[in-house]
């Protein structure tokens, strides 16, 4: 796994499993860029769990090289079918899906 900081995700909120996460920036990149994990602290609670929400790539050739990575970030968007977060790097648009959360 490969791990990073992503300034420009920091600060910004996901509602997922009826509690919003605000994400750290901090970025862990598993599975050859297939997976994505990102640190996230509760924001709607007193108690501000902790935890990391996990982003999967449907199509593993669409996938982030771990060893070139960079500061990417483009959105956050939200689907009927999900959540995702995109990445655009060279011409190239990376969507992850948010797959689970883990507390940590």
Do not use: C
Request: charge should be negative; glycine fraction near 8%.
């Amino acid at each position: 796994m490969v791990e990073t900081h992503w300034g420009d995700i920091a600060g910004r909120e996901v509602r997922y499993t009826d509690h919003t996460w605000e994400l750290t920036g901090n970025v862990g990149v598993r599975n050859s860029g297939e997976s994505l994990a990102v640190e996230a602290k509760q924001a709607d609670d007193v108690r501000g769990e902790t935890a990391t929400l996990h982003f999967e790539v449907e199509d593993p050739a669409d996938s982030l090289n771990p060893g070139n990575l960079g500061e990417h970030f483009d959105s956050l968007e939200r689907t009927r079918e999900g959540q995702y977060l995109v990445v655009k790097k060279d011409r190239r648009t990376y969507r992850y899906e948010l797959r689970r959360l883990e507390y940590d």
